[in-house]
């Protein structure tokens, strides 16, 4: 007898559509208007490249969320990276620079982004799916 996998369909697609928005906006300003958003978030001065490639994985997975719209279970493990990355971020960068002194303005709009990535993705991840056989 097969055990039965709660899947919450309206926290995947929540966080689907949290995706396009954030992640798509702050991809198309970091790839459109660069130093539009490092003035908006009073940044330093970013490197291009790397601003860049950042830009180009937040726009990348907007848009694999328009197809998680469409097929929510399929599309799982795209949330799966956001919590990992994201995740990892926090512990292995933003944790020994806030031990080391105070976090900058747009490093603590980055973890409150981020967490609440975490949390949503945290509650809307089917893992007994994504980890099934």
């Known amino acids: 007898m097969a055990k039965e996998i709660r ?7 929540f966080m689907y559509i949290y995706t396009i928005i954030g992640a ?7 790839i459109l208007l660069p130093s539009r958003m490092i003035s908006l978030f009073r940044m330093p ?3 291009p490249i790397m ?3 950042s ?4 726009l990348a997975l907007a848009f694999l969320s ?5 097929s929510p279970l399929k599309f799982a493990p795209l949330l799966l990276v956001e919590l990992f990355y994201k995740s990892i971020w926090l512990i ?5 620079l806030w031990l080391a002194g105070p976090l ?12 609440s990535f975490i949390i949503g993705d945290s509650i809307a991840i089917p893992f007994a799916y994504v980890f099934s056989k």
């Open 55 to 58: 830009g180009s994985v937040f």
């Open 104 to 115: 900058p303005w747009y490093g603590i709009i980055f973890v409150i982004i981020f967490a």
């Open 7 to 13: 899947v919450r369909h309206g926290w995947l697609k």
């Open 45 to 47: 001065a970013q490197d």
């Open 92 to 96: 292995g960068i933003i944790l020994p």
């Open 24 to 30: 798509g906006g702050a991809g198309l300003g970091m």
């Open 66 to 70: 328009i197809f998680g719209l469409r």
């Open 51 to 53: 601003f860049g490639i």
